[in-house]
């Protein structure tokens, strides 16, 4: 804890993103789970009240205060990234992990085109082609639903919209705000509308679905000892990794740590095969190929 974010060290940058990856890559699948009992409400509500405090440790260890500079421009961020997650985590209830991380990395290409549409910034002919390479990798890994209704599929693709924009206000706002001060808002988002939502889905009471089918309709559910001990691996994991995530990034050259990222689109859909036994189809293994040379492309092309 005595380094700075001022010293580069690669190979620990590099472990820890690969560390990071391997840890979200493994525990997200377990939201299929616990969608067979609960809410994906309930889920990151139970999962906040868990991951905040946590989230504390990290600040008082030294990686950043809680405090935002702008509390306004944490807000619209978090806010912006939340739903993000919010959309992909629902829809890992009704496609494979794969399909699931095609959609949220999407993002990229979304960062890119609002990028030029928005900042007005020219975007030369090696980001073209990155868009058109991970456009045709996200094609190929979506192209197989396993019987998921059609609109589920957008899903995970609104999912990366809302993180791209996400992270343009992390560009564009939040500049000077620590990573812990983001981090703590998103939760904090997230366990606000999801209790919110919760409340309304009581009060509701709407006919819910059996199974994995009624993620996106519970209200409260209880008792959930079946699956709390997956809330709790994955509140626990999930913070774990954005630890070391905040560490590569720390420690190493964005653009190189960032191409490391794009390694949860190998360890998730392998987790999901090892662990749920989801098929992963030729198509799916070159379409997750594509997408990471696309983000290999971005990061090291950054300016071209």
């Given at each position: 804890?005595?380094?700075?974010?001022?010293?580069?060290?690669?190979?620990?940058?590099?472990?820890?993103?690969?560390?990071?990856?391997?840890?979200?890559?493994?525990?997200?699948?377990?939201?299929?789970?616990?969608?067979?009992d609960?809410?994906?409400?309930?889920?990151?509500?139970?999962?906040?009240?868990?991951?905040?405090?946590?989230?504390?440790?990290?600040?008082?260890?030294?990686?950043?205060?809680?405090?935002?500079?702008?509390?306004?421009?944490?807000?619209?961020?978090?806010?912006?990234?939340?739903?993000?997650?919010?959309?992909?985590?629902?829809?890992?209830?009704?496609?494979?992990?794969?399909?699931?991380?095609?959609?949220?990395?999407?993002?990229?290409?979304?960062?890119?085109?609002?990028?030029?549409?928005v900042?007005?910034q020219?975007?030369?002919?090696?980001?073209?082609?990155?868009?058109?390479?991970?456009?045709?990798?996200?094609?190929?890994?979506?192209?197989?639903?396993?019987?998921?209704?059609?609109?589920?599929?957008?899903?995970?693709?609104?999912g990366?919209?809302?993180?791209?924009?996400?992270?343009?206000?992390?560009?564009?706002?939040?500049?000077?705000e620590?990573?812990?001060?983001?981090?703590?808002?998103?939760?904090?988002?997230?366990?606000?509308i999801?209790?919110?939502?919760?409340?309304?889905?009581?009060?509701?009471?709407?006919?819910?679905?059996?199974?994995?089918?009624?993620?996106?309709?519970?209200?409260?559910?209880?008792?959930?000892?079946?699956?709390?001990?997956?809330?709790?691996?994955?509140?626990?994991?999930?913070?774990?990794?954005?630890?070391?995530?905040?560490?590569?990034?720390?420690?190493?050259?964005?653009?190189?740590?960032?191409?490391?990222?794009?390694?949860?689109?190998?360890?998730?859909?392998?987790?999901?095969?090892?662990?749920?036994?989801?098929?992963?189809?030729?198509?799916?293994?070159?379409?997750?190929?594509?997408?990471?040379?696309?983000?290999?492309?971005?990061?090291?092309?950054?300016?071209?």
């Open positions: 804890m005595n380094q700075t974010t001022s010293e580069t060290r690669p190979m620990a940058a590099a472990l820890c993103m690969l560390g990071a990856m391997v840890l979200l890559g493994f525990v997200d699948n377990y939201v299929a789970t616990i969608a067979a609960i809410s994906v409400w309930q889920f990151l509500t139970v999962r906040a009240f868990m991951a905040v405090p946590l989230v504390w440790v990290l600040s008082k260890l030294g990686l950043g205060t809680m405090r935002p500079k702008r509390l306004w421009a944490v807000a619209l961020r978090s806010l912006l990234i939340a739903i993000g997650m919010m959309l992909y985590f629902g829809s890992l209830a009704f496609m494979p992990i794969a399909q699931s991380l095609a959609g949220l990395f999407t993002s990229p290409i979304f960062v890119l085109l609002l990028s030029a549409l900042l007005k020219k975007i030369g002919p090696w980001r073209v082609l990155a868009v058109i390479v991970g456009f045709t990798g996200i094609l190929l890994v979506l192209g197989f639903q396993n019987g998921a209704p059609g609109w589920i599929i957008l899903m995970p693709i609104a990366g919209l809302f993180y791209a924009l996400g992270s343009l206000a992390t560009r564009v706002l939040c500049a000077e620590s990573t812990i001060s983001m981090l703590a808002g998103i939760m904090s988002i997230q366990w606000a999801a209790t919110g939502a919760l409340i309304v889905l009581t009060l509701w009471n709407p006919i819910v679905p059996d199974g994995a089918d009624g993620f996106l309709l519970r209200g409260w559910v209880w008792p959930i000892s079946a699956v709390f001990p997956y809330i709790a691996m994955q509140a626990v994991l999930s913070v774990f990794g954005v630890f070391l995530l905040i560490r590569a990034y720390q420690w190493g050259e964005a653009s190189q740590v960032s191409v490391l990222e794009y390694s949860i689109m190998i360890f998730g859909p392998f987790f999901g095969w090892l662990l749920m036994g989801q098929s992963i189809t030729p198509s799916m293994i070159g379409g997750i190929i594509l997408i990471v040379v696309a983000g290999g492309i971005i990061a090291a092309r950054s300016n071209e």
